[in-house]
């Protein structure tokens, strides 16, 4: 039977350092990062990083002025999130959480920042998912996603997410502004995480709720 996906990552963090903790954000968050963090009416951007693991996001936006709330299922990957915000005099609160309980939230952010969650999910918890940003985020937030595309060859990894998929995901109570094709890095040379040069092909979404 396979591992649940807590378990999953468990087994994930267990090893020295798994593929996607790349030591800083990825490139598509960085292109983006001035959108992303613009404040709102002379306040910082409030921002929420979804499945935020080690933190290297969250406190990459936090250093750019925006009040950051990042979220993971598990401790381990949070702990080493506040251990590194702590090192780098950076100020990000860290929650443990599901993330298809974000909707429960009582903070109101003005964007949510997925980077490596979305394409984790089943269907099931996909519908799950977005029910829960659907809930949490007013008109005019936005989500910035980037996600496995299903351009990158193979089956293993992430779940490959097609433009279709995607579409059909954010089709109510949302208007997707932009989807390009993208490139997840990975670190190299690590046994069955090999993907394609310059990093698995993938989606950038900028996703605005209506
Ligand atoms: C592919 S990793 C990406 C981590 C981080 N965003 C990054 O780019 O380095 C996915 C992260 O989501 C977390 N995760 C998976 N499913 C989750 C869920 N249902 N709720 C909250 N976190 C979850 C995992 O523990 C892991 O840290």
Known sequence: MAPDPQS???GYYATARPPWDIGRPQRAFVEAGEAISAGVEGR???ILDSGCGTGDLALWLAGLGSAVTGVDFLEKPLAAA???AAER???ANFLQMDATAVGTLPERFDAVTDCGLFHVFDDAGRAAYVAALTALLEPGARVYL???ADAEPGEHGPRRVSEAELRRAFSSGWQIERMEPSRFEVLPGIPGAEFSPGGARAW???IRRV
């Open 89 to 91: 005099g950076l100020a």
């Open 82 to 84: 506040r251990r590194k």
């Open 8 to 10: 999953r990552f468990e």
């Open 204 to 206: 950038f979404a900028e």
């Open 44 to 46: 910082p951007a409030r």
């Open 146 to 148: 980037l996600c496995f």
